[in-house]
T-cell receptor, first 116, second 112 residues
Framework: DVKVTQSSRYLVKRTGEKVFLECVQD?????MFWYRQDPGLGLRLIYF???????EKGDIPEGYSVSREKKERFSLILESASTNQTSMYLC???????????????FGPGTRLTVT | EDKVVQSPLSLVVHEGDTVTLNCSYE??????LLWYKQEKKAPTFLFML????IEKKSGRLSSILDKKELFSILNITATQTGDSAIYLC????????????FGKGTTLSVSS
């Protein structure tokens, strides 16, 4: 079974702190994704990566950065946390094939971040 | 702008009822539509549809895609309390890599 793990289930940080959210997958997937999920807004893509050291902005990248130094690990960084970044953060991974069989994304359990 | 719209946003039914969840989309270069179920934590994959008229079925859940009319439905028959969840529809289109566009989800509550 594919396993996607996230470093914390719950996190409380103060405004202005630098926050690191870690995601690790064990299926040798090329693609990894970071989403945030808010009530009434659904899942919104922050960043994704299709290879080591490669990254692409999603729909809402402002205030976030990412790092992918190893294939299995994708980190989301909040440079200076703000209260409007309080949210559920979900990591996902998928194969990088283009044959239409690989769009399925496997999700981690999520990190509920509260910024006070 | 690409978009995925789900309806209704929320639904309350009694055990044993049949429900139909809707997902319409406007996406450049449509490639695939996926359904996920999300309970307390991570979304879990239900179905992926890539061809028109193909019905995917798993137990009491089934889904069909209409590429001409640009929508999909997810049917759940004989609902149970364990079906209570958020159901997410996502579409793969022209986005780089295998990125998906998600709808806002339908929250289904099944009462006993």
């Amino acid at each position: 079974d594919v396993k996607v793990t996230q470093s914390s289930r719950y996190l409380v940080k103060r405004t202005g702190e630098k926050v690191f959210l870690e995601c690790v997958q064990d299926m040798d997937h090329e693609n990894m994704f970071w989403y945030r999920q808010d009530p009434g807004l659904g899942l919104r893509l922050i960043y994704f990566s299709y290879d080591v050291k490669m990254k692409e902005k999603g729909d809402i990248p402002e205030g976030y950065s990412v790092s992918r130094e190893k294939k299995e690990r994708f980190s989301l960084i909040l440079e200076s946390a703000s209260t409007n970044q309080t949210s559920m953060y979900l990591c996902a991974s998928s194969f990088g094939l283009w044959d239409g069989s690989s769009y399925e994304q496997y999700f981690g359990p999520g990190t509920r971040l509260t910024v006070t | 702008e690409d978009k995925v719209v789900q309806s209704p946003l929320s639904l309350v039914v009694h055990e044993g009822d049949t429900v139909t969840l809707n997902c319409s989309y406007e996406v450049t270069n449509f490639r695939s539509l996926l359904w996920y179920k999300q309970e307390k934590k991570a979304p879990t994959f239900l179905f992926m549809l890539t061809s028109s008229g193909i019905e995917k079925k798993s137990g009491r859940l089934s889904s069909i895609l209409d590429k001409k009319e640009l929508f999909s439905i997810l049917n759940i028959t004989a609902t149970q309390t364990g079906d209570s969840a958020i159901y997410l529809c996502a579409v793969a289109g022209n986005q780089a890599g295998t990125a998906l566009i998600f709808g806002k989800g339908t929250t289904l509550s099944v009462s006993s």
